[in-house]
Every structure is written in C-alpha cells, then in structure tokens.
C-alpha cells in the first residue's frame, strides 16, 4: 500500500504541475490566451515554484523562441535540428542552456523581468523544491517522500515534456499543415499538450483540442476557473469539423 500511495501521490503531481504548466505558463503568459485572476496566478506560481522550481521568464521565453524558429536553424530543442533520441531523453539539457542564456529572457520575455514576489521567493527555485520535498517526507514519511519526489521528478522532467518536445515534432496525427504532431491519447496525460498540431496552427487558441475525438484536459479546469472568474478567456476557440 506505501508503494502504491507514492505511485499516486507522484502521478497526481505530475499532473497537477502540468496542468498549471500549460494553463498558466503556456496559455496565459507565453501566448496571451487567457488572463488569470491575481489569486489563480499567485497559486499556479506557488505550485510550480514547489513541484517543479522553474523561474516564468524563463519557460515563457524558451517557448517563444521555439515557436519564432519552429524546427529550424534557431529552435531550442526540436528533434528535427537536434535529432530525435537527444530531445526525448535529455530535453532537459537543451532547455536549461537556452534558459540561461540572458539575451533570450531579454529578447522574448522583457514583460516577465522579475516582480517583489520573483526576487524575494520565486526566483529561489532550490528552495521551492526542498520545501515541497519537505512537505512530501511529513506526508509519506522519509523514504516515501525522497521516492515521490524522484518519481515526480522523471514523470515530468524525462516523460512529459520530451513527449511534447520531442515526440510532438516527429510522429503523429495532423489536422494542420506544420511540422508538429498529435497525439489524441497522450493529450490525456501532458494536458492537452499533444495536440501539439493544433497549437502551433493557432498560438493563441486557448483550446488545444480542435475535432470530437479529441480532449484537452486543461480546457476543462479553465472552463471551471472562467465559471468561477478566475480566468478570463482572450483568444478565440477553433473548431474543425
């Protein structure tokens, strides 16, 4: 039962973090098809800063390079320029050296250059992962809170985010002519973000998902923020029949 309470603590989130992921960081900053109420915002950061440590200017200014040079000369990881095997299993490596290098935030995130709550707290992505490690050890105790960490860790560092990355310029369904692809199963898991076709037809679609077969998970806890005013929907919704 320990083992299967990690599995579970670790998967739930994964998900919880993409979610917030691709709803807050990628929607709502990186391509202004949503607007988050001052209270939604403050608790998707507080979430990334605890399971995942990522700074915003930084992911937001990774994705917009990627999509002002999408697999070509210039693109911070695509498979196409990089080779497949490398995005899918050191992704990570490709997107950290893009993060770090200052004239990137300056050139594609200069409206995400650090506010009060970035410098004093946010900024410290260490210290937001060895709190949520902390409060992970006093749920599950020491050795399950390490092994829900790790877990979570290669979850969304090694499985996520080189299926969208990697996988999602490689092979797969197109309803758009560009070179990304779908994937109506793995949308499932990466938050709608496989129907990687459909975003980068239509950047500011605040719904991934175009056809009936497929489901954008993110899109139904927006619908529930938007019910509640919490988001606020800017961009257009597409629907191919």
């Known amino acids: 039962m320990e083992i299967l309470a990690v599995v579970l603590v670790a998967v739930a989130l994964t998900q ?15 391509h202004h098809s949503l607007a988050l109420h001052p209270a939604a915002e403050f608790v998707c950061r507080l979430i990334l800063w605890l399971t995942t440590g990522q700074r915003r200017q930084e992911w937001v200014a990774v994705h917009r390079k990627h999509h002002t040079f ?22 990570v490596y490709y997107y950290v050296r893009e993060a770090k290098k200052q004239d990137t935030l300056e050139k594609y995130a200069p409206d995400l250059a650090g506010d009060r709550l970035e410098k004093v707290l946010f900024s410290h992505g260490y210290l937001g992962l060895g709190v949520g490690i902390a409060g992970l050890c006093l749920t599950l105790g020491l050795w399950g809170g390490l092994a829900a960490a790790v877990l979570h860790a290669v979850l969304y560092v090694f499985v996520v985010a080189p299926l969208i990355n990697g996988l999602g310029h490689w092979r797969g369904a197109q309803n758009f002519m560009n070179t990304a692809y ?10 709608g973000e496989s129907l990687h076709n459909n975003h980068h037809a239509h950047p500011r679609a605040p719904k991934f998902s175009v056809r009936g077969l497929e489901f954008d998970p993110s899109w139904v806890v927006i619908r529930v923020l938007a019910a509640t005013r919490l988001v606020v929907v800017l961009g257009s919704v597409v629907k191919v029949s």
């Not at 999408?70 to 992704?91: A, C, K, V, Y």
């Not at 779908?182 to 938050?191: H, V």
């Open 16 to 30: 919880i973090a993409v979610v917030c992921t691709s709803i807050y960081l990628h929607r709502a900053l990186a």
């Open 70 to 91: 999408t697999d070509r000369e210039g693109d911070p990881h695509s498979p196409l320029m990089h080779g497949f095997w490398n995005i899918q299993l050191w992704n």
């Open 182 to 191: 779908n994937s109506r199963l793995l949308a499932w898991f990466t938050g």
